[in-house]
Nanobody, 124 residues
Framework: QLQLVESGGGLVQPGGSLRLSCAASVFTFDYYAIGWFRQAPGKEREGVSYISRSGGRIIYADFVKGRFTVSRDNAKNTVYLQMNSLKPEDTAIYYC?????????????????WGQGTQVTVSP
């Protein structure tokens, strides 16, 4: 069974950077596309990025384009989300999930196997 574990969250000042990791406990990690999602207090969960199984297809939400970069290392069973130029509105719990169906847009992306999430707080 696929299990995903996020790490790397924390408290950072506006303009700072964090790198989140999503580690999978399965040998067939390259079978799975991975999506990053986030949920801020009082808001619905939203898609942040998508990376295909090989890493050859990547999609970002408009609100992170140019600031966030998603990548994967299938040899390490890990997907990364490099977050730069962080803003207070990026404060949320960030989740990674296996995405079994290719999304036409980030807004329609649906996760199928979820991690437990990691808190990111952007504050002076």
């Amino acid at each position: 069974q696929l299990q995903l574990v996020e790490s790397g969250g924390g408290l950072v000042q506006p303009g700072g950077s964090l790198r989140l990791s999503c580690a999978a406990s399965v040998f067939t990690f390259d079978y799975y596309a991975i999506g990053w999602f986030r949920q801020a207090p009082g808001k619905e969960r939203e898609g942040v990025s998508y990376i295909s199984r090989s890493g050859g297809r990547i999609i970002y939400a408009d609100f992170v384009k140019g600031r966030f970069t998603v990548s994967r290392d299938n040899a390490k069973n890990t997907v990364y989300l490099q977050m730069n130029s962080l803003k207070p509105e990026d404060t949320a719990i960030y989740y990674c999930a296996a995405v079994l169906r290719y999304p036409s847009t980030i807004a329609t992306m649906r996760g199928d196997y979820w991690g437990q999430g990691t808190q990111v707080t952007v504050s002076p």
